[in-house]
């Protein structure tokens, strides 16, 4: 890799397309995949717009509710947010 100069790979544009470029700025969500025809990193039209929840440590803060039987000194670090100032293709 060192020998070849390959440590460093320039590239000519970014990404994705002109028409993809604010969709892809704009979302949070929006991740390169592979593409195997280029060998590189691109990003598709189709972009998730919306976090899933994931509730699997529910069951495990309910229990420990449970167990102290107040949420007095419990405090949670995360959180999902909104933003509704532009809308995402």
Same mark, same amino acid.
């Given at each position: 890799?060192?020998?070849?100069?390959?440590?460093?790979?320039?590239?000519?544009?970014?990404?994705?397309?002109?028409?993809? !470029?604010?969709?892809?700025?704009?979302? %949070?969500? $929006?991740?390169?995949?592979? +593409?195997?025809? =280029?060998? *590189?990193?691109?990003?598709?039209?189709?972009?998730?717009?919306?976090?899933?929840?994931?509730?699997?440590?529910?069951?495990?803060?309910? !229990?420990?509710?449970?167990?102290?039987? %107040?949420? $007095?000194?419990?405090?949670? +670090?995360?959180? =999902?947010? *909104?933003?509704?100032?532009?809308?995402?293709?």
């Amino acid at each position: 890799m060192m020998t070849a100069n390959m440590l460093v790979k320039i590239k000519e544009a970014p990404p994705y397309t002109t028409e993809l !470029e604010t969709p892809v700025l704009l979302n %949070s969500l $929006a991740r390169a995949s592979p +593409d195997e025809k =280029t060998g *590189s990193y691109t990003f598709k039209v189709n972009q998730p717009t919306e976090v899933k929840p994931d509730f699997a440590n529910v069951g495990a803060i309910e !229990e420990a509710f449970k167990v102290s039987g %107040s949420a $007095a000194g419990v405090g949670v +670090d995360q959180g =999902t947010f *909104s933003v509704n100032s532009y809308k995402l293709a």
